[in-house]
T-cell receptor, first 116, second 113 residues
Framework: AQKITQTQPGMFVQEKEAVTLDCTYD???????LFWYKQPSSGEMIFLIY??????QNATEGRYSLNFQKARKSANLVISASQLGDSAMYFC?????????????FGKGTKLSVKP | GAGVSQSPSNKVTEKGKDVELRCDPI?????LYWYRQRLGQGLEFLIY????????KSGLPSDRFSAERTGESVSTLTIQRTQQEDSAVYLC???????????FGPGTRLTVL
């Protein structure tokens, strides 16, 4: 069964410091994609970053990078130089390309609080 | 607008009533998804539409839930005989193709009294 596990219900980080949000996944498919979304208190889901299972390089998007360790089935999100506006829920998600229809499977999320 | 829109933004209903939620995807997006997010939880997949193909209903929690989509346009999610456990935010997303980046709407917050 496909599953996403986020073991950190809540995290605190000091402004301007880096933070890593953990995500492990379980799938038997060889072809899959991993996503991170941010959900501020307003409720919208904001796409942050994507990693394909065959991508050899770790994905980066501005201050966001994805630490992809395929053998360990982990896809941790690293946020560098945290800002107060980064305070939000962060969801890791996965989609399998091996025959599914592309729906996302989400973890339970990590609530990140950035302290001034 | 350029994004995914949903209506209503909030819906309060009484137990046992039927509700209909609407989603307008981004123009040209062939794939459309419905998700449910209970308070403090992640998103649960409900149903998926891809063009004119038969929808994937594997995530619908009961036969009280149904959804329709006409071509590549608007979709409606219907919940019949609502229960208190149906209270959640219902999110719609669309993408240019299956498995691609999904763009989410603002959601409909459903409260069943």
């Amino acid at each position: 069964a496909q599953k996403i596990t986020q073991t950190q219900p809540g995290m605190f980080v000091q402004e301007k410091e880096a933070v890593t949000l953990d995500c492990t996944y379980d799938t038997s498919d060889q072809s899959y994609g991993l996503f991170w979304y941010k959900q501020p208190s307003s409720g919208e889901m904001i796409f942050l970053i994507y990693q394909g299972s065959y991508d050899e390089q770790n994905a980066t998007e501005g201050r966001y990078s994805l630490n992809f360790q395929k053998a360990r089935k982990s896809a941790n999100l690293v946020i560098s130089a945290s800002q107060l506006g980064d305070s939000a829920m962060y969801f890791c998600a996965m989609t399998n390309y091996g025959g599914s229809q592309g729906n996302l499977i989400f973890g339970k999320g990590t609530k990140l609080s950035v302290k001034p | 607008g350029a994004g995914v829109s949903q209506s209503p933004s909030n819906k309060v209903t009484e137990k046992g009533k039927d509700v209909e939620l609407r989603c307008d995807p981004i123009s040209g997006h062939t794939a459309l998804y419905w998700y449910r997010q209970r308070l403090g939880q992640g998103l649960e997949f409900l149903i998926y539409f891809q063009g004119n193909s038969a929808p994937d209903k594997s995530g619908l929690p009961s036969d009280r839930f149904s959804a329709e989509r006409t071509g590549e346009s608007v979709s409606t999610l219907t919940i019949q005989r609502t229960q208190q456990e149906d209270s959640a935010v219902y999110l719609c997303a669309s993408s240019t193709l299956a498995g691609g980046e999904q763009f989410f709407g603002p959601g409909t917050r459903l409260t069943v009294l």
